[in-house]
C-alpha cells in the first residue's frame, strides 16, 4: 500500500480507502463487517471513511465496535454530517447548533475521543459560511476533530470557506469529497484546480461508478445486482458506457489486471488524490482493490484509455 498526502496538510493517508455507505449496518452483516475491516487493516488500509446518516447511525454503531479490535492511532477515522436524521427542524444542516450536537453522537456511536477528518457533506444554503467555518474551528481547537472538510461542494464554494477561514484566522478545511470516475469527470476542469489552489486534498467515491467500472455489466444486469435496483447508476447504465467498458477490460487483461483495479489505478494517476474511496462486500473484494495501489499507468496506457473514453460507440 502507498500513502499520500492530505493536501498541504502533514497527515498522509492510504491511497485505497474503504467506506461504510449502503454496505456497513446496512447490507451486510457485522461479521461480513468485521472481515472486511480486518483484511483492509492487514492490506495497508488506513482510512476508514464514515458518515452519520450512512444506515442512519448503524454504520458508524458498527465501526465503533469492531474499531475497538484495532489500535485508534494507527486509523484515520472520518465522518459527515448534513442530512436529516430525525423530523427535528434543527437536526440536519449545518448550522452550528446541529455541528456541536451531531459530532457528539458520532463520537458516541463510534466509541471514540476524536475524529481525524469531519466532513460538512453538502453545501448548506441556509447556513453562513461564517457560522460554518468558525464551529469547525471550534471543533479543531477542542480536541474533537483534527481536520474538517467539504463533500460535494462546488469550487467557488471551497475558495469562499478557504477565505473566510483566513479571514477569521481560523483553521481551513483540509479536504474535499467529490464523486470522481471514468465515465464521471466534472472535477477535473473547476473543483481540481480550487482544491489545488488551496492546499486541499481530494478522497474521491465512487471510483468504480457503483460497480459499473468492475466490468460485471458488461454482460447485462445481473438478477438481484445494484444495478437492476439503483436509481445511481440508472442515468450511466448506458449501452454507450458499457461499451467502453468492454474495451477498457480487454485493456485491463491485456494489463494483467482487473477493470476494477484498472480503473481505480486510473483515478489514482492524478498527484491532486488523496485516496479513492471503495465499498465492498467481502473481504476478496479489498484485497483486489487493494491490489490497485502497486498499479502504474504508463503514458501510453493512459492515452490508449482516453481514447475509449473520448469516444462514442452509439455514434
Known sequence: MKY???????????????????????????????????????GGVNFIDLADIYSRGEAERVCGKLIKKHTRTDL??????????????????????HIFESVDKTLKRLQTDYLDIYFCHRFDPETEVEEVV?????????????Y??????????????????????????QVE????????????????PACDRNGLGLVVWSPLAMGLLTGKYNDGLPEGSRGATSEWLRDELTESNVEKVR???????????????????WVLRRPEISSAI????????????IAASDIELDQVTLD????ILNSNPEA
Open 134 to 146: 468558525r464551529a469547525m474551528d471550534d471543533l479543531m481547537r477542542s480536541g474533537k476533530i483534527i
Open 278 to 289: 471503495t465499498g465492498a462486500t467481502s473481504a476478496e473484494h479489498i484485497k483486489s482493490n
Open 247 to 265: 474495451s477498457l477490460t480487454e485493456m485491463a487483461g491485456d494489463h494483467g489486471c482487473t477493470m476494477g483495479q484498472l480503473a481505480l489505478a
Open 177 to 192: 469529497q467529490p464523486r470522481y470516475n471514468m465515465i464521471d469527470r466534472h472535477i477535473e476542469t473547476e473543483i481540481i
Open 76 to 97: 484515520v477515522i472520518s465522518s459527515k454530517l448534513f442530512w436529516p436524521m430525525t423530523e427535528n427542524v434543527n437536526d440536519r444542516g449545518l448550522s452550528r447548533k
Open 304 to 307: 490508449a484509455i482516453d481514447v
Open 4 to 42: 499520500r498526502r492530505l493536501g498541504k496538510a502533514g497527515i498522509k493517508i492510504s491511497e485505497i480507502s474503504i467506506g461504510g455507505w449502503l454496505t456497513f449496518g446496512g447490507t451486510i452483516d457485522e461479521k461480513t463487517t468485521e472481515n472486511i475491516l480486518a483484511t483492509a487493516v492487514e
Open 148 to 173: 474538517w472538510g467539504t463533500s460535494v461542494w462546488e469550487a467557488d464554494q471551497i475558495e469562499d470557506a478557504a477565505k473566510t477561514a483566513d479571514r477569521y484566522n481560523c483553521y481551513r478545511p
